[in-house]
């Protein structure tokens, strides 16, 4: 999920590349596990980082 070569690279960053399927053109019963895919993986990341800051 991203832009792949597109997109900039800056030093120093952390990139998360997520494979996920395109849901462009899929019906619905097959797009809402993608969907649900990308909120556990969002909710994941926020727990992370929320634990970081939490840490420092």
Do not use: H, N, S
Not at 1 to 21: E, T
Not at 48 to 55: A, P, R, V
């Amino acid at each position: 999920m991203g832009c792949g070569d597109a997109c900039p690279v800056y030093p120093g960053k952390r990139y998360l590349d997520w494979d996920l399927p395109d849901p462009a053109g899929l019906p619905i019963g097959q797009v809402r596990p993608i969907r649900d895919e990308i909120d556990a993986r969002v909710r994941a990341l926020l727990a992370e980082l929320t634990q970081k800051t939490i840490e420092r």
